[in-house]
């Protein structure tokens, strides 16, 4: 495993997005939008949770789009699920595609002295 240094936020209290499957197994799919839990949020990728149970095969990639704030979108393929006793599924996405907005956010806190300190962000591979 590679650790690597990103700008990152981390909510003490979750922050809503709108998730939908953008495509299955190479196949493009408009799917409706459902609310997730997110709980950290990098350039890298992010953190959420929910209680949609999506497939995790290797052979079979699952990209979602996120809809984050106002019309900061990415597409993120699934690297990691986990479900808890609590009933959810967590999961961790790795950023494929970026609007200029999400890319813009990331770059500034590259660049300024806002985050406090980078948080280490260890790259998972996915299992199926």
């Known amino acids: 495993m590679k650790s690597l ?8 209290k979750p922050m809503n997005a709108d998730v939908s499957i953008a495509e299955f197994n190479g ?6 939008k459902k609310k997730v839990s997110v709980y950290d949020l990098s350039s890298e990728g992010l953190s959420f949770s929910t209680n949609l149970d999506f497939p995790l095969l290797k052979e079979v990639p699952l990209v979602l789009k996120v809809e984050l704030f106002s019309q900061c979108t990415f597409t993120g393929e699934v690297a990691m699920k986990e479900e808890k006793e609590d009933g959810l599924f967590y999961y961790r996405l790795n950023v494929t595609t970026c609007s200029l907005l999400f890319y813009k956010m990331f770059e500034h806190m590259r660049n300024t002295h806002h985050v406090k300190m980078p948080v280490p962000y260890i790259n998972a591979s996915a299992t199926g």
């Not at 196949?27 to 409706?32: C, F, L, N």
């Open 27 to 32: 196949q493009v799919i408009k799917s409706s």
């Open 5 to 12: 240094l990103y700008p990152s936020m981390n909510f003490q």
